[in-house]
Every structure is written in structure tokens, then in C-alpha cells.
């Protein structure tokens, strides 16, 4: 193997990029030399492993320093094969199953010969297609948000299970659902469900503590008042949620302790199967309470996992497990919505997203120190909306560090998903080629470009897409990169298609026909203005009073409008409500269309709104019916008649 070298470094490196206005732009050297440390960070005892991709179906053309004739030798746990590679593809056998292998190539010039070794990633054609070519129809839902008479003022895995019930009735062929990483449950920050201490384990305070056979009830446990309070509160309050339900988890873990039945057993049986990374999750979760501080910043032994393992003691472990045991409780409980879906026969079940990156003070970055970049963060560059540029506080994977493990941290991330979901949905694809990062300490305007290596992560990806048989979709928006789009959709990746971003160079609307089959179609998202919001101009409203630029002038909007009345209209759309926008969804090619529930509900305030945190309650709004009255909502029942009339119902 070769070592990870400077040169190496700085082609993976931007220096210049050209912003969304077709400028180009030129990074500053601090930020050059910033990234190029953190990206050489663990060298030089780092060595590269090289990585080779086939595709069954394709040749192999592996990435030799050196042409000419060779010999090639393929190791795998099932035995061996070998070839000589005369003009520098390898043949492999038409039988290799998809997986990872030992590739071995030696090389002959002057004389002399060079042997490299490196990982050969053997994917699938595509990722995964879905069972048949039918076109589905799914509801999308901010989980904390939902409202019931028996969650604890944020939504829960038991809401989860009757939201599946209420997609059977509709028709609909699943959920999709905000992220369900794990948060930083125990403080008062952003409760974004797009920044994540873990993207490999869930939000326990989406567990359900009345269906949880150890806690005492509330009664009993003398939470009548709290959760009462917590009840009736019109915005979810993350923070107030969490404290209790720690207590409450607390309370169910200390009788659980001397559970020696049946689910003890249970649990012994989780913590095999996760393995090592689940102690080191529960033991990060330990001391970060411990210390409250970042991670870099405790005692030095704990700044690894390593290290920290070595400091437990025997009285620390009991309270370490307490975590291990809230992960299996949540993973006991989503399972069981996954079961709910498949017996009620639902094609899709649930559609996850899955975030762009993780916080660099939290388990991931702690745990996977070299496979991810605290000291940078991911953003964008200057756009016409954000002239100052976007820094959005999460850490990459470091491509070199992916290399060098063979891409677990990427597996495991996607894994993570992947296990309970019929599709998921990657935040920011954009990201497999390239990121924009910013060091630490720097302004939003002075960040540069890290390239990834695309074809090996696609590769993994459809690895363990068709191995969940899970759909991946790719979240394209924005300034997408010449050919990427069709690069992803070369290797089955569906695009994501917003309808309000599908409009002509006059503004008009794209037809139906003009969308793409294997995509997601959307009318908004949880960035951008509800359909009420937009139609009735509330969101420009809402940040003029801000003070934020919204980018459009009313007149804009009353143009948009009215392009979004004729594009109906020559649908047959009677009137102009969210039913006549779903029933143009419909009418798409689009194997896949999602109606947001606070589209369906007519609310006008959006779940996000970007560049605010306290101005505006984003990601804490709950839904103004509770769940029970869904069921025999008139607008729901209205937008799946129009979606069945277009063929998508799975009844």
C-alpha cells in the first residue's frame, strides 16, 4: 500500500469552484492548508488502500500506477482466482458474487515488479428497483409533530405504527418520515433532526414508555402533572420531553436490572449483534453527561474510544449499559412498525431521509475520528439568496479515511437506515461528489470544494440497497454538477423532483409528462413554504417580518400563481387547492409521489425555515388535529380519492 502523500491531499481539494452565479472563485490559502490538514489527519502512519470498483456486467479497469501487462489475483474467504491482464482490464469471473475482496495486481516494467493491493467493491448492476413498476404514493410526516391523546407532547413509535394503519386506509403505500437519528436529547439546542450526534442510532425520545413492559406507568411513577403539561402545549418542547422521559427510562432500566427472563435474554442478544460500536455508543453517551463538555476537550485518555473503554469501572458500566438498553428499546419498537407495515401489505412501508452529516462533537465523529472531519464544516457557497454563504455546522466523512476502512462508517451509516425502510432518501447527493467545507474559525464565503470518490460510494450503496431491498433516492436540488444527475441514474439512483422548482426559464409549471420516472415527486419540502403558505403568501410575510430577504416580490409570486392555474388547467383541475396539485403529482411518471401531511391539513407555516433558529420555532410545530381525528379527515380522504383516480392506490 501506498502512503496517504500531500499531492494525493490537493487533488482532492477545490481551490477554485465556480459559485451559483457562474463567478469563480478562489479559496483562500489558510482554508487550503486548514483542509489539508484535517484531511491528512492520522498520516503518516496512514497507508492508502487503493479501491477498485466492478459492476456485474461491466469490465474492471483497476487504478494502476503503472500500464502495460499484468497479473491479477482475487482473495476472498471462498477461495481464489487469478489472470493476466494484458491490456490492463481484468476479466472477473461472471459467477463473483457481489461483495468486498483482496485484489491483488502485480505489474512488470523494466525489469522490475510492483505489486499493489487494494479493496475490489463487486456491486449489483443498480440499487435496488423496488418489487414491480408501479407507481406508489406515500405521506410525509414530521414525527415529533404528530398530536395524540396518549404521546407525551412529541410523537412516538406507537404513533408510528397507527400512521402505517392510517397510510393501509388511505391507499398510500407508507410513511416518510423526518430523520430518526439519535440528538443531542439532553439539551435545549437546535432539534433539527438534520444535526445528528448519530446517524447509526435512533431519537429514544420517540420510544413509546407506556409500551414498555418495565416502566411502572405513569401513575405510579408520579408523572401525571408533567406529561399533562407537555400535553397541552401547542409547539413541542424537546428539551422538557427529553428530562422526563430520561427519568421515566431510568425508572424502567432499574427494574430491568433484575429481569432475568426472557427479555433479558433479548437484550443479550442485541448487544451481540451490534457489537463493539453499541458499547462505544453507550459508553460516549455516558461521559458526555459526564463532562459536559466536547468531546476533545475531556481528560485525554477519553478523547478515543480506546482510551475511554480503558478508563470504565465496574460501578461506571452499570450506568453505560442504561444506554445500551434505550437503543434496544427504541429498535424493539420501530421493528414492530416495520412488522405493522408488512402485515398490513404495504409495498413501501417506511421512507426515511437520511442527513448530510453529523455533529463534530458527537458519537460519530468522536468514534470514526478518522473517517470524519471534525474540524471542518459542511456548508454551501455564496448563492444569490445567501451572499454570505452557508455554513451549516455539520462534519463530512474524510474520503481518505473511507478508503482506508474499506467504506464501513458509510455502510454502517447506510445500514442504519436501510434495515427499516422499503426507501431512503440521501440529503444533499450532491455530496458523493463533491463537498463544500469551511475550517473552523473561517467565514461561510471562504470554505473550497473536497472530491469524493463517487463510483466506490455508489458502489456500496448499491451493495446494501439491494441487499435491504431498499430504494434510494438522492435529494438533487441546487446546483447540480454536469452529469451527475446522470451518473446517479445510471446507477439506479431515483431523483428528487420538487414540483416547485419544475418550472420553464418563463416561470410556467412542467407538464406531468415532463417528469422523470425513476424519481420522487413533491410538490415543497420541509425548507420551503407549505402549499397554503405559498399560495396565500404567507411566507413572504413571514420573513419580510423577520427581516429576511425572501427572494420574491409579491408580484413574482402572483405570476407564479397564475402559471400554476393554467398548468392545472390544462390537467382538467377545476379548482386551485392541494387536491388539483396532487392529482398533477399523480398524473407524473414518477414511480413515487409524497404528500406532505401539513400540505394535506392546509397549514401555512413551514417545519423549517432557513437562516433563523429563535426567530421562528422551526422543527418544533405539532400538527393542529390530533391523530385520532385524521382518520376521518375530509381533506386527506379528498387528496387520496385524486390519487387513486390516478392509479396509485394500493387498496
Request: with cysteine; glycine share 8%; aromatic share 8%.
Amino acid at each position: 500500500m501506498d502512503p496517504v502523500g500531500e499531492r494525493d491531499i490537493h487533488r482532492r481539494i477545490e481551490a477554485t469552484y465556480r459559485d451559483a452565479r457562474g463567478v469563480e472563485r478562489e479559496a483562500p490559502a489558510q482554508a487550503i492548508a486548514l483542509i489539508a490538514a484535517a484531511l491528512a489527519h492520522g498520516t503518516p502512519a496512514r497507508r492508502r488502500l487503493r479501491t477498485a470498483v466492478a459492476r456485474a456486467g461491466h469490465g474492471l479497469q483497476p487504478p494502476l500506477r503503472r500500464r502495460g501487462p499484468a497479473h491479477w489475483e482475487l482473495l476472498s474467504n471462498d477461495g481464489a482466482a487469478s489472470g493476466e491482464i494484458p491490456g490492463g482490464a481484468i476479466d472477473l469471473p461472471e459467477d463473483l458474487p457481489v461483495g468486498n475482496y483482496a485484489l491483488k495486481v502485480t505489474t512488470s516494467s523494466g525489469g522490475r515488479r510492483r505489486t499493489e493491493t487494494m479493496t475490489l467493491l463487486r456491486a449489483p448492476p443498480q440499487s435496488y428497483q423496488g418489487r414491480d413498476n408501479s407507481r406508489m404514493w406515500a405521506l410525509a410526516v414530521q414525527l415529533y409533530g404528530v398530536r395524540s391523546q396518549r404521546n407525551w407532547g412529541h410523537g412516538d413509535f406507537t404513533d408510528l405504527a397507527h400512521l402505517l394503519e392510517l397510510a393501509s386506509e388511505l391507499g398510500a403505500a407508507g410513511i416518510g418520515l423526518n430523520p430518526l437519528h439519535c440528538l443531542f436529547d439532553d439539551c435545549a439546542e437546535t432539534p433539527s433532526p438534520y444535526s445528528p450526534n448519530s446517524r447509526v442510532f435512533l431519537n429514544p425520545l420517540y420510544i413509546d414508555l407506556e409500551a414498555v413492559p418495565e416502566f411502572p406507568g405513569i401513575d405510579a411513577a408520579g408523572l401525571n402533572a408533567e406529561v399533562a403539561d407537555l400535553r397541552r402545549r401547542e409547539l413541542v418542547d424537546h428539551a422538557g420531553v427529553a428530562r422526563l422521559k430520561t427519568k421515566a427510562l431510568h425508572l424502567a432500566y432499574q427494574n430491568f436490572r433484575y429481569d432475568k427472563g426472557p427479555r433479558s435474554e433479548a437484550f443479550e442478544r442485541f448487544r451481540r449483534e451490534r457489537g463493539a460500536v453499541l458499547t462505544r455508543f453507550a459508553c460516549f453517551e455516558f461521559l458526555r453527561r459526564a463532562h459536559g463538555k466536547p468531546w476533545w476537550e475531556w481528560p485525554e485518555p477519553q478523547r478515543t474510544p480506546a482510551g475511554a473503554a480503558a478508563t470504565m469501572t465496574e460501578t461506571a458500566d452499570v450506568d453505560v449499559m442504561f444506554f445500551a438498553y434505550v437503543q434496544w428499546l427504541a429498535e424493539q419498537q420501530l421493528q414492530a412498525c416495520c412488522e405493522r407495515a408488512r402485515d398490513l401489505g404495504l409495498p413501501l412501508g417506511l421512507y426515511l431521509d437520511v442527513a448530510v452529516g453529523v455533529r463534530p462533537d458527537g458519537f460519530d465523529a468522536w468514534n470514526e475520528q478518522d473517517a470524519i472531519l471534525a474540524s471542518l464544516r459542511v456548508g454551501a457557497p455564496p448563492d444569490p439568496f445567501n451572499v454570505a454563504g452557508q455554513n451549516w455546522g455539520l462534519a463530512a466523512f474524510n474520503p481518505f479515511g473511507l478508503e482506508a476502512r474499506a467504506f464501513e462508517p458509510f455502510r454502517m451509516m447506510l445500514r442504519a437506515s436501510m434495515r427499516y425502510a422499503g426507501a431512503i432518501r440521501i440529503d444533499h447527493v450532491l455530496g458523493l461528489r463533491r463537498v463544500y467545507v469551511i475550517p473552523k474559525g473561517l467565514r461561510a464565503d471562504q470554505g473550497a470544494y473536497v472530491r469524493y470518490p463517487i463510483e466506490a460510494l455508489l458502489a456500496v450503496i448499491a451493495q446494501e440497497s439491494v441487499c435491504h431491498r431498499c430504494i434510494v433516492v438522492g435529494e438533487d436540488l441546487g446546483t447540480v454538477p454536469e452529469g451527475l444527475r446522470e451518473t446517479l441514474a445510471d446507477w439506479g439512483i431515483w431523483s428528487y423532483q420538487v414540483m416547485m422548482f419544475e418550472r420553464a426559464r418563463n416561470g410556467a409549471f412542467q407538464p406531468p409528462q415532463s417528469y422523470r420516472a425513476n424519481a420522487l415527486a413533491t410538490f415543497s419540502t420541509h425548507d420551503l413554504p407549505t402549499f397554503a403558505g405559498w399560495a396565500s403568501g404567507h411566507d413572504l410575510e413571514a420573513k419580510r417580518a423577520l427581516g429576511i430577504d425572501p427572494g420574491e416580490t409579491d408580484e413574482e409570486r402572483r405570476a407564479a400563481w397564475r402559471y400554476l392555474r393554467n398548468a392545472l388547467s390544462a390537467c382538467s383541475a377545476t379548482d386551485m387547492d392541494f387536491s388539483s396539485v396532487a392529482a398533477f403529482l399523480g398524473d407524473t411518471p414518477s414511480r413515487l409521489v409524497v404528500v406532505a401531511i401539513e400540505d394535506a391539513l392546509g397549514i401555512r407555516d413551514q417545519a423549517n425555515m432557513p437562516g433563523t433558529i429563535d426567530e421562528h420555532p422551526n422543527w418544533r410545530r405539532r400538527l393542529p388535529v390530533s391523530l385520532h381525528d385524521l382518520r376521518s379527515n375530509p381533506r386527506l380522504e379528498e387528496i387520496a380519492e385524486a390519487l387513486r383516480r390516478a392509479g396509485r392506490s394500493t387498496r
